[in-house]
């Protein structure tokens, strides 16, 4: 047995339910240190931008399971919709944070929403995610069927948008967004070139 089998294997093994728990554990220890002062003289900033950065990492995530399996054998299917799901939940609490938190004035909301073009894309993300949040169940799959496959490559948009929201959020040139974005625009040629490759054999 070679060590991705065995990889696999234990893997496969694992129970969701605890892995969910352990997903979530970051943002509720930044949530407390934004609380208690351990975020630095600017809390909310700081709890935005690390709810942020652990959505997009797990979308990030979400979508190398695909390329993972293809490329290396490595199979992490098991876990793609519990990636997608916490990477939502993360959405939704880096969004909270900015609503009630930051700005709290609805019209203001609005206003940053149409004039500032790093939180268009943002929102624009986020609701292309709400769809694929709401049919990850089984019932979806079965009631969907080769639709739910078509609506759930909106994920391909999403985390695009993400990583280009983070982008033209930073002050400068910063090389840590930068890097989000080649490398899901990375994973996403991946996904590109191989039915390509498999149509010219």
């Known amino acids: 047995m070679t060590l991705v089998d065995r990889f696999n294997a234990a893997a ?3 129970p969701t339910a605890p892995v969910y728990a352990l997903a979530v554990l970051p943002g ?3 949530f407390y240190l934004g609380l208690t002062g ?3 003289v600017e809390p909310i900033k700081a709890l935005e931008h690390k709810l942020g950065e652990l959505a997009l ?3 990030v995530a979400g979508l190398a399971v695909t390329p993972l399996r293809r490329q290396l054998g490595v199979n992490l299917l098991k876990f793609r919709r519990m990636l997608g799901l916490v990477a939502f ?3 939704v609490a880096h969004l909270l944070v900015w609503l009630v938190l930051d700005v709290q004035l609805l019209g203001q909301i609005w206003a940053d929403i149409l004039k500032r073009p790093y939180i268009t894309v943002g929102m624009v993300g986020f609701l292309l995610l ?3 949040a709401l049919t990850s169940n089984n019932w979806s799959v079965r009631k969907l069927g080769p639709t739910w496959r078509k609506l759930h490559k909106l994920t391909y948009g999403a985390v695009l948008l993400g990583a280009l929201h983070y982008v033209m959020l930073v002050k400068g040139f910063q090389i840590e967004p930068l890097m989000y974005l080649a490398t899901i625009l990375a994973l996403l040629a991946l996904r590109v070139r191989i039915p390509l490759r498999k149509a010219a054999a």
Do not use: D, I, T
Request: proline share 6%.
């Open 38 to 40: 351990g975020l630095g």
């Open 28 to 30: 509720v220890w930044f």
């Open 12 to 14: 496969r093994s694992v």
């Open 57 to 59: 990492q797990f979308l």
């Open 89 to 91: 939940f993360y959405v």
């Open 130 to 132: 709400v769809p694929l």
